[in-house]
DNA sequence: CTAATCACGACTAAAACAGTAGGAATTAAA
DNA sequence: TTTAATTCCTACTGTTTTAGTCGTGATTAG
């Protein structure tokens, strides 16, 4: 029950991107410069963005000069979208997924009841939260983690 | 971000269990009647109910007529604790853990915001929610699925 | 022309997952 | 005392997922 690098990164990168968004109007970001923040490989980013590009959530310009920037404003983008591209459909289970097959147990099934309840609880953050929200976010030193 | 089915078929097998003892009080319930009721192999099961016995949630005894029964009342076993068994540490990245190493971009990390209310979220959750009310759950029909 | 940049598909090593297998120890009951 | 049912323990293994890398091609500003 882990995030996959695929999901943390793509957000990583995202959340760059919005920053770019904040300060200048119509800024593009390139693969090298957020690998610089991000921390990840120029190489890994370039495959995490296709994906991003794929499902609409950023822009590209080819060539010299070039780079990626936000489909949209960040304030229309949530956490929620940038996670399903990296890691898939984000229910805890398969089986209470829409396009997911139900098992077999499911009419007896009391335990369904406990995915439903995670999964809502999950949704209810990352689809309310927008990157500008996380954008604009300063981590605070003094905040207990965990 | 899935379950395993470690975690899964786990809380299958403690919820079967609370189950009996909603009925009778000491009762036992050998593996192979795990299996039946949870769709799960015995050979697997066994390994399962091992980690959880090792956790201190079940007690068995051995021998002809034996089988495993719940350590404690089911309304003071929670889901998460079942899960933790099953699945480890149950934040979504490592870098929240109180037992994880922080990442080196923590200082200046905004996205640490984002994990840290899926995790709240998701404890919520999870260790509000006991065997108890698991096990007297019935899953109705009419309920939207996602 | 050239350097910087994105674009695409194939490939791979390592880890995690999802079990399985063999056999030993214990105990109730015949 | 034998037998059958049961838990207990340690390995082992095939498959899938993860986490990338690599080579090469296409595009474009200067």
Chains 1, 2 share one sequence.
Do not use: F
């Not at 490989?41 to 060539?63: D, I, N, P």
């Not at 960040?74 to 399903?84: D, F, K, R, S, Y």
């Not at 609880?121 to 300063?138: F, G, N, P, W």
């Amino acid at each position: 029950m882990k995030m996959s690098t695929k999901g943390q990164y793509s957000l990583r990168a995202m959340v760059a991107l919005a920053q770019v968004q904040q300060n200048q109007e119509e800024g593009m970001l390139s693969i090298s410069q957020m690998a610089k923040q991000t921390g990840v490989t120029v190489r890994y980013l370039e495959k995490l963005l296709r994906s991003l590009k794929a499902a609409g959530l950023v822009e590209t310009t080819r060539g010299a000069a070039g780079g990626y920037r936000l489909a949209k404003p960040a304030e229309c983008i949530t956490v929620g979208q940038v996670l399903q591209v990296g890691e898939g459909r984000l229910e805890p289970v398969e089986c209470i997924q829409s396009d997911g097959r139900p098992c077999d147990r499911k009419k007896s099934c009391a335990i369904q009841y406990v995915w439903q309840r995670i999964s809502e609880s999950i949704h209810q953050v990352i689809d309310e939260m927008t990157l500008k929200e996380v954008a604009s976010q300063t981590p605070d030193e003094n905040q207990s983690v965990i």
